[in-house]
T-cell receptor
Framework: GNSVTQMEGPVTLSEEAFLTINCTYT??????LFWYVQYPGEGLQLLLK???ADDKGSNKGFEATYRKETTSFHLEKGSVQVSDSAVYFC???????????WGAGTKLIIKP | EAGVVQSPRYKIIEKKQPVAFWCNPISGHNTLYWYLQNLGQGPELLIRYENEEAVDDSQLPKDRFSAERLKGVDSTLKIQPAELGDSAVYLC??????????FGPGTRLTVL
């Protein structure tokens, strides 16, 4: 069946550091891939998405590229800020019913 | 465009009491989801509606949980009676013609 695996947290970085949060998936067919972010006490916000192989999603300085050959969708940002502290969820959408399959989430802590 | 609206944002009740959560999806979105999110975990699907029809309620504990989506717009999720283990964040999401789900801010339920 479909599944998503993302790196365990928490990930602690200093401000302006480079960020990578790994996400790999297992899926039949060609799912869409998503990164959602959840700030403390808030709901889930769509950060970026990609719908086919080699697509790059980007938003707010974050990027992720849909890599079919490695079944990965790693989240990257060149220079993180304290305000990026949140929990990040990788997910895939099964195109047959649009059900979202979620990773466990990675808590990111940015220190000034 | 207004996002998904949920109320209340917070609710504290004693065990065995009833509680209800309300969701107004993004205008024009026919698909509505209710999720449960425990602390530090990803969302778990409770029920999915296509218009007013519940098309996937396999994960809804039907002995105490119920949901409705009259007229295919707003939805209500009810728990009666609530148990201590129901303490969690209840998230509502909606989807239009694409594959992206948009989430509301959630209702944080505390059962004492």
């Amino acid at each position: 069946g479909n599944s998503v695996t993302q790196m365990e947290g928490p990930v602690t970085l200093s401000e302006e550091a480079f960020l990578t949060i790994n996400c790999t998936y297992t899926a039949t067919g060609y799912p869409s891939l998503f990164w959602y972010v959840q700030y403390p006490g808030e709901g889930l916000q769509l950060l970026l998405k990609a719908t086919k192989a080699d697509d790059k999603g980007s938003n707010k300085g974050f990027e992720a590229t849909y890599r079919k050959e490695t079944t990965s969708f790693h989240l990257e940002k060149g220079s993180v800020q304290v305000s990026d502290s949140a929990v990040y969820f990788c997910a895939l959408s099964d195109r047959s019913n649009y059900q979202l399959i979620w990773g466990a989430g990675t808590k990111l802590i940015i220190k000034p | 465009e207004a996002g998904v609206v949920q109320s209340p944002r917070y609710k504290i009740i004693e065990k065995k009491q009833p509680v209800a959560f309300w969701c107004n999806p993004i205008s024009g979105h026919n698909t509505l989801y209710w999720y449960l999110q425990n602390l530090g975990q990803g969302p778990e699907l409770l029920i999915r509606y296509e218009n007013e029809e519940a098309v996937d309620d396999s994960q809804l504990p039907k002995d105490r949980f119920s949901a409705e989506r009259l007229k295919g717009v707003d939805s209500t999720l009810k728990i009666q009676p609530a148990e201590l283990g129901d303490s969690a964040v209840y998230l509502c999401a909606s989807r239009g013609s694409g594959d992206t789900q948009y989430f509301g801010p959630g209702t944080r339920l505390t059962v004492l």
